[in-house]
Structure formats: structure tokens, C-alpha cells
């Protein structure tokens, strides 16, 4: 697989995992009233993976 492609993979399952992570109260699975460590943390990891694709995606390929 391309670095390409595991960049767009990355963007895709982060971008997924933080919009999970914010709405867990929306969707029933938050356990607090409002936003808790826990979903700021799942966040966070998600933004994490976003920025990897992104790095991904925009690097130039090693020469050979």
C-alpha cells in the first residue's frame, strides 16, 4: 500500500474518530454530562491521525 493511500486511510478513520469522540453524548455513548476527558482525549487522537494523513498525503516520495 502507498504512503498515499494510508494517508487518505488515516484522514478518513481520524476525521471519523473524532466526530464519535465529540458526539458520544449525542449518540448515547458518553457516561457525563458535557464533554469529558475522555472524549477530549479520543479527540485529540483523532486530530493526531488527521495531521499523519495529511503529511502523508502532501510528502513527496523518496527518491531512489
Known amino acids: 500500500m502507498s ?5 487518505y486511510i488515516l484522514i478518513a478513520l481520524g476525521a471519523i474518530w473524532t466526530g464519535i469522540s465529540l458526539a458520544a ?3 448515547g455513548l458518553g457516561t457525563w454530562v458535557g464533554i469529558d476527558w475522555a472524549q477530549l482525549l ?3 487522537a483523532g486530530l ?3 495531521a499523519i494523513g495529511i ?5 513527496k516520495p523518496a527518491k531512489k
Open 3 to 7: 504512503k498515499k493511500t494510508i494517508g
Open 25 to 27: 453524548d449525542v449518540i
Open 42 to 44: 479520543g479527540a485529540a
Open 48 to 50: 493526531v491521525g488527521v
Open 55 to 59: 503529511w502523508l498525503v502532501i510528502s
